[in-house]
Nanobody, 124 residues
């Protein structure tokens, strides 16, 4: 079965930057609707950013101006560039892909593929 694999999570100080990456094992879905979700301890999972097949993007209000979702030119890798990281950005970050037709970009179950997650910890 095709898998999405994230990488790039780390521990950083507030104000720092990280870039997360996501690849799919069969190069099949990165060109479709793809998104990043996150889940902080004790909190519900939330959609952070989405990119559509035409590279239009939407962001969670809390990360606008700080995060950037993009794809590599060959559409084989999904990225999440995170700048000016805050304590509240701490959480497990997941790559998800292939949004169902008519689905909501911020609804986890409206996607067909999910990665295992990569941990981002922001602490001083």
């Amino acid at each position: 079965r095709m898998k999405l694999v994230e990488s790039g999570g780390a521990s950083v100080q507030p104000g720092g930057s990280l870039t997360l990456s996501c690849v799919d094992s069969e190069d099949r879905v990165i060109g479709y609707y793809m998104a990043w979700f996150r889940q902080a301890p004790g909190k519900e999972r939330e959609g952070v950013a989405v990119i559509d097949p035409d590279d239009r993007t939407t962001y969670l209000d809390a990360v606008k101006g700080r995060f950037n979702i993009s794809r590599g030119n060959a559409k084989k890798t999904l990225y999440l560039q995170m700048n000016d990281l805050k304590l509240e950005d701490t959480g497990m970050y997941y790559c998800v892909g292939y949004l169902n037709f008519g689905g909501s970009w911020s609804t986890w179950s409206d996607y067909n593929y999910w990665g295992q997650g990569t941990q981002v910890t922001v602490s001083s």
